[in-house]
T-cell receptor, first 111, second 115 residues
Framework: TQLLEQSPQFLSIQEGENLTVYCNSS?????LQWYRQEPGEDPVLLVT?????EVKKLKRLTFQFGDARKDSSLHITAAQPGDTGLYLC???????????FGQGTRLTINP | DSGVTQTPKHLITATGQRVTLRCSPR?????VYWYQQSLDQGLQFLIQ???????AKGNILERFSAQQFPDLHSELNLSSLELGDSALYFC??????????????FGPGTRLTVT
């Protein structure tokens, strides 16, 4: 069974600080996606990474896929209150046509 | 707006009852996925359909069933409802599997409350 573990589960920091969220597994994934979900809303896709070692940037957000394609990280620089939400990582399984979701990191940015 | 629609937005019903949740995928998407999200939890994959056929099954209870119709909309049927079935139910759709990855786009969800 492929499992994705996200850490930390909860994170509360002040505006302007930097943070990193991790998504780890013992399994290899063909792709790794990050979603952000605001309270009461649906998850919105932020990025997809498919190559080991790949780094993608989305404004203040930097996503990295591990070299072995077993883990990923999301780094936010100078966090803002608008970054508050539940961040979900999801691993794509080659040949199985499904995504495995982590439990999420609930991020709160305090003004 | 992802292009995925779900109805109804809210459902309140009593234990033992049955409900049907409906999802219309993005135009052109053949795959539909159903997820359950309980309070403060991540997404639990329930089931996937591709062009009318069941493709993958996750942690779906026997009391739950789904189908995808020729027009590609999908319905999730929940029966003999229990208090623990209260959750947000999301539908997502995606384009054809590209061989190495695909991206799912989520609908707004249906919030089910069982009393």
């Amino acid at each position: 069974t492929q499992l994705l573990e996200q850490s930390p589960q909860f994170l509360s920091i002040q505006e302007g600080e930097n943070l990193t969220v991790y998504c780890n597994s013992s399994s290899v994934f063909s792709s790794l996606q990050w979603y952000r979900q605001e309270p009461g809303e649906d998850p919105v896709l932020l990025v997809t990474v498919v190559t080991g070692g790949e780094v993608k940037k989305l404004k203040r957000l930097t996503f990295q896929f591990g070299d072995a394609r077993k883990d990923s990280s999301l780094h936010i620089t100078a966090a803002q209150p608008g970054d508050t939400g539940l961040y979900l990582c999801a691993g794509g399984i080659q040949g199985a046509q499904k995504l495995v979701f982590g439990q999420g990191t609930r991020l709160t940015i305090n003004p | 707006d992802s292009g995925v629609t779900q109805t109804p937005k809210h459902l309140i019903t009593a234990t033992g009852q049955r409900v049907t949740l409906r999802c219309s995928p993005r135009s052109g998407d053949l795959s539909v996925y159903w997820y359950q999200q309980s309070l403060d939890q991540g997404l639990q994959f329930l089931i996937q359909y591709y062009n009318g056929e069941e493709r993958a099954k996750g942690n779906i209870l026997e009391r739950f069933s789904a189908q995808q119709f020729p027009d590609l909309h999908s319905e999730l049927n929940l029966s003999s409802l229990e208090l623990g079935d209260s959750a947000l139910y999301f539908c997502a759709s995606s384009s054809r599997w590209a061989g190495s990855f695909y991206e799912q786009y989520f609908g707004p969800g249906t919030r089910l409350t069982v009393t």
